[in-house]
């Protein structure tokens, strides 16, 4: 079946560092990609997607290409700040084209940044 | 601002005990799910529901069922409680169309003792 692999934290960072969260998926057809976070506390909200090959969504100064050759969709970010510290969870759907499915996550990443 | 409420943050509930936990959406979301979340596994799907009183099983709905009796309102119900099922449930809500855009509440934490 459908799934997403990210790579396994907790990731701890200096204010201003530069972040990478890998993240790659399988999945049959074309997927849409996501990327979730949770700030301590609360509930998981959409961060950035992408639909298709190529696409590179961002939000917040994160960024993610869709790579369809390698099947990843890394989340980057230039400069970190201690307000980043959260959850980040990347997943993954099929539009109805492709058989509708409900999100698929990948397991977290726990990101601290220290000041 | 779409709302997802939960009905409880925190739960203390006994072994064998029935458990309610209710949500509400506020954006006429035809789309409610449930996940479970744990850490070291991410987010799980128990159940999931395209309209009112329909359902569908996820990943793991043994030890649970749920309710839709009114498109704005989804419940997760356990009918016995187990000590395996304290968890972070995270109830979300979407439009009818699988866009993957899931708004969230802000999660019900359950320990069973």
């Known amino acids: 079946g459908d799934s997403v692999t990210q790579m396994e934290g907790p990731v701890t960072l200096s204010e201003e560092a530069f972040l990478t969260i890998n993240c790659t998926y399988t999945?049959?057809?074309?997927?849409?990609l996501f990327w979730y976070v949770q700030y301590p506390g609360e509930g998981l909200q959409l961060l950035l997607k992408?639909?298709?090959?190529?696409d590179k969504g961002s939000n917040k100064g994160f960024e993610a290409t869709y790579r369809k050759e390698t099947t990843s969709f890394h989340l980057e970010k230039g400069s970190v700040q201690v307000s980043d510290s959260a959850v980040y969870f990347c997943?993954?759907?099929?539009?109805?084209?492709?058989?509708?499915?409900?999100?698929?996550f990948g397991k977290g990443t726990r990101l601290s940044v220290i000041a | 601002d779409v709302k997802v409420t939960q009905s409880s943050r925190y739960l203390v509930k006994r072994t064998g005990e029935k458990v309610f936990l209710e949500c509400v959406q506020d954006?006429?979301?035809?789309?409610m799910f449930w996940y479970r979340q744990d850490p070291g596994l991410g987010l799980r799907l128990i159940y999931f529901?395209?309209?009112?009183?329909?359902?569908e099983k996820g990943d793991i709905p043994e030890g649970y069922s749920v309710s839709r009796e009114k498109k704005e309102r989804f419940s997760l119900i356990l009918e016995s409680a187990s000590t395996n099922q304290t968890s972070m449930y995270l109830c979300?809500?979407?439009?009818?169309?699988?866009?993957?855009?899931?708004?969230f509440g802000e999660g019900s934490r359950l320990t069973v003792l």
């Open positions: 979300a809500s979407s439009f009818r169309h699988h866009t993957g855009e899931l708004f």
């Open positions: 999945a049959t057809g074309y997927p849409s």
């Open positions: 529901s395209y309209d009112v009183k329909m359902k």
């Open positions: 954006m006429d979301h035809e789309n």
């Open positions: 997943a993954l759907t099929k539009p109805a084209s492709s058989g509708n499915t409900p999100l698929v």
């Open positions: 992408a639909t298709k090959a190529d």
